[in-house]
């Protein structure tokens, strides 16, 4: 997180980010994550108020919480194209199948205005009884009807799983991780562990579609939100910038058929003067074309390397110098 109270009160220059996992850096070192590059960068503290599994309302909504205690001049909102899935979420179970602890608030759109629907769980004690809140989720989750009764297995189990050879192979190649975890040695003539992230990310396309029909759809409630951030910063007098970042999942799916939020940073440019926009995508372009080489070889292998959050850092530097020149 960065508390606040190592920042230096005699600074002349402050900032903090907010945003999802992709702001929080995970998968790395705290040496190694892009708001430390950032500090160093620019020789003053940098908070990082990233939240893993956040989407740009639940940043937000931490933006609210969190600023009046650590006011900065520069606020970074981080997300990845997710967002567009996760502000339409109440239980993130109906969508990220087994997040079952993941029940949030959400905004909805009332005549053009945002409205806040609180969270039905106030108490780790009522996760254990969601089933009598279930009308409620089904209500203000939308991915209820449209992603998980679509994707809900049934009886016979083996004909679900056998309807698709990604399945059969997904579950090839992580049996094959475990038996090399076993034997404590790998079985050579295979990657297992590279096998199943490019497995993975086959079964990843339905999804990554669905996210893309769903900027058509709702880009009118992400508008919402990112004007919610700039009137924010213009209320409390810092300047915004939203970067928008990606997981691998759609790196190599846009490497193909182009952005998935197709217009939105353009839209963002013309409407705001005052909100500075960075996509990301653009800045991060291997020459050989191999974008999975833009993140960690561990773990789920979604996350940024270091390398790419030190490239980050400088481009988030040059937008603050940048607005340092323009003043």
Known sequence: VCPAKERDPDADLTVSTYGDSYC????????????????????THVANYGG??????????????????????????????????RILSVWKHYQEFGNILAVKPRYVLEDG???????????KEELLDLESKADF?????????????????????????????????????????????RLGRS????DFDLAQTQSALRLERPRV?????????????????????????DEQGFDPTFVMVQQLRYATYES????????LMDRLDDRY????TIDMATHLSPEDGDVESLYVERGEGGHYSPETNAEIAQVLADVVEQRAIAE
């Open 137 to 181: 989720l089904r209500e203000y989750d939308f991915h209820y009807d449209h992603w998980f009764r679509p994707h809900f297995a049934t009886r016979p189990y083996t004909a679900d799983f056998l309807e698709k050879n990604e399945h059969v192979r997904y579950a090839g190649y992580t049996a094959g991780k475990e038996l090399e975890r």
């Open 209 to 233: 579609r669905y996210h893309e029909r769903l900027f058509d759809t709702h880009e009118a409630l992400f508008d919402a939100l990112i004007a919610e951030f700039v009137d924010y910063a």
């Open 187 to 190: 079985i050579p003539g295979i």
């Open 113 to 123: 205005e945002l409205e806040r629907i609180e969270s039905p769980v106030d108490e």
């Open 24 to 43: 929080f850096c995970r998968e790395v070192d705290n040496d190694e994550t892009f708001q430390n590059h950032l500090a160093q960068e620019l020789d």
């Open 256 to 263: 193909e058929h182009g952005p998935i939020y197709g217009d």
């Open 273 to 276: 003067d005052e909100l500075t």
């Open 52 to 85: 893993g599994n956040y989407g740009l309302d639940q940043a937000l909504m931490r933006l609210k919480r969190q600023y009046p205690e650590d006011p900065t001049d520069h606020v970074f909102m981080v997300v990845t194209a997710s967002s567009i899935a």
